[in-house]
């Protein structure tokens, strides 16, 4: 600070104060004076002095100068002030501006350089309830819109006739027309914006609402729900999401209609048929053809279980492929489980005879000789004896009852199968081949069968084969064969072991083996109490070998 400076604030005091109310409520025209920044066109070569100074480092001399210029600053900086509030107005609410500047002026904004809206346009001319009109003319430097007001002027051909003004000159020109209608351009831009946000949600309302089949019929109903008018389109694009919910509100409500009308399996078949879920496409589906549902309905109840449980049994397939596998596995265990069971069984016989001409294995306790083979001594009148004994033949006369003949061979039998089969007894069914006639079986074996298989824990056969017809012995001159009834199903897989009294051609044990193993089974062997012999052998019997 100069000695000047200081001096003349000593002198002259109302400078400093003059300029102290300017920094106090005109600091934006200050600096606007000092640093020549002004917007409006009208100011642009004002001030500009003090560029690169603050205004709070002024000399006493320079504040002089901003005092003695302090009416034209503050009448320019007021007018700045509008023009730059203008000029917000302008960028924000534009269109309210050009239906002032259409109102008050009769000017019709034009493009500088094409961006305006058309349609937005259109909503000025709505707004004002007066017609525009659009005609684009192109140059060699910019394309440019005209845009006619049709009200008190003529349809012009040019932009350079009256009534016309570019959007670049609107502040330039008529700010301060602008400012006398600030709060009415924002009202009318709102409005305007508003009409042409409706424009678009009914345009909207079309393409996702009356386009749409389902929508389409329902958005009345859900207006009438939320006490809006049917006209109130915009309130369903902006609900979409509501709409949808209500729709589908109803939709599931008429399936569940459906469902009560035709039950749940015709509907969840139906479902399933067309590979629908529970989106509105496909309930509305679902509603919609509902004579298909009614026909599925009609099917009888074992048809539409069968159709379910096939499904079931696919799934199953598909999810446990394995499962063949698994039980041709089962198989083969089993098969092989049986192999070891035959090979173990068979393994206990291997020291019996096979029969010469059926192959069968056999072990027969004693050797018998018929009545027609002489000089036969004493222990072979005792094996007669216990044979015609156990056979019960009221044609023989026997010294053995057949209580004792039961016994001991009893006895014997369970010698044998001790001795060849051990502890492998318990896999065993005992079978003893019928007598020609059913009441000589029963009185043979039914006792005999019991007892025996109950003091070896075998299975017991006896009561699954039964003469069905006896047979007419050839002596009485009968020729009929017999009948047996033999329970197929008990006697699949099981291991059998054969019993009969006598082995004489081996015929009717070989028919029976036969038989029974066309059934499943499996025959071990064959046990006897005699084999017929026509000479004598002079060896000791087969029971005391074992």
């Known amino acids: 600070m100069g000695l000047m400076d200081w001096l003349g604030r000593v002198v002259d005091s109302n400078i400093e104060f003059q300029f102290n109310y300017l920094l106090e409520n005109y600091a934006d025209g200050l600096e606007w004076w000092m640093y020549g920044e002004y917007r409006s066109p009208s100011h642009r070569n004002s001030g500009g002095y003090y560029r690169g100074k603050s205004m709070y480092y002024l000399t006493y001399s320079e ?224 509603i919609t053809y509902e004579r298909d549902i009614a026909e599925i309905s009609r099917r009888s109840r074992q048809e539409q279980d069968q159709m379910i449980e096939d499904q079931r049994l696919a799934r199953i397939r598909k999810y446990f492929e394995g499962y063949n596998e698994a039980i041709r596995k089962e198989k083969i265990r089993k098969k092989e489980a049986k192999q070891r069971d035959v090979d173990t069984l068979n393994s206990c016989i291997s020291s019996w005879d096979k029969h010469s001409n059926y192959g069968f294995p056999y072990f027969s306790m004693f050797y018998y000789y018929p009545t027609s083979v002489d000089a036969v001594t004493n222990k072979d009148w005792e094996i007669r004896n216990l044979i015609w004994g156990f056979k019960a033949d009221p044609s023989r006369t026997t010294k053995m009852s057949k209580s004792e003949a039961d016994f001991d061979v009893r006895m014997h039998l369970e010698k044998i199968i001790n001795h060849f089969f051990g502890n492998n007894k318990k896999l065993l069914t005992f079978v003893c081949v019928p007598a020609s ?72 044990l070989a028919k029976m083996k036969e038989r029974l193993e066309s059934y499943g089974a499996t025959v071990i062997g064959c046990i006897t109490i005699g084999i017929t012999k026509h000479q004598h052998i002079y060896t000791k019997q087969p029971i005391d070998t074992i």
């Open 437 to 508: 006639t059913k009441k000589t079986t029963e009185l043979r074996y039914k006792a005999f069968s019991q007892d025996i298989c109950s003091e070896l824990n075998m299975n017991n056969a006896y009561g699954y084969i039964e003469v069905y017809h006896d047979k007419t012995p050839k002596h009485e001159g009968g020729e009929s064969e017999q009948v047996l009834s033999i329970d197929s199903a008990f006697f699949k897989d099981k291991y059998v072991i054969l019993f009969d009294d006598i082995l004489t051609s081996g015929k009717s």
């Open 63 to 286: 504040k002089k100068r901003l005092v003695e210029f302090k009416d034209t600053l503050i009448s320019i900086c007021e007018d700045e002030r509008l023009y730059r509030t203008c000029e917000k107005v302008f960028k924000d609410h534009f269109y309210g501006v050009c239906v002032i500047l259409v109102k008050y002026l009769k000017l019709i904004v034009a493009s500088d350089n094409g961006s305006f809206d058309k349609a937005m346009h259109d909503k000025i001319g709505q707004f004002l309830k007066k017609p525009y009109s659009y005609h684009f003319r192109s140059s060699t430097n910019y394309d440019q819109v005209k845009i006619e007001y049709l009200c008190e002027f003529h349809t012009y051909s040019s932009m350079d006739g009256y009534g016309f003004i570019l959007a670049s000159d609107v502040l330039k020109n008529y700010h301060n027309i602008m400012a006398k209608h600030l709060e009415e351009i924002k009202i009318a831009d709102q409005k305007i914006r508003e009409m042409y946000r409706n424009e678009k949600a009914l345009e909207e309302f079309k393409s996702k609402i009356l386009l749409d089949k389902i929508r389409s019929q329902y958005y009345q109903d859900f207006l009438k729900s939320k006490e809006k008018e049917l006209t109130d389109k915009v309130f369903c694009v902006k609900h979409l999401d509501e709409l949808d919910q209500f729709i589908h509100i109803i939709l599931e409500q008429k399936c569940k209609e459906l469902q009560k009308k035709y039950g749940y399996r015709s509907i969840e078949t139906f479902k399933n048929i067309n590979d629908l879920g529970s989106s509105n496409s496909d309930l509305y589906t679902i």
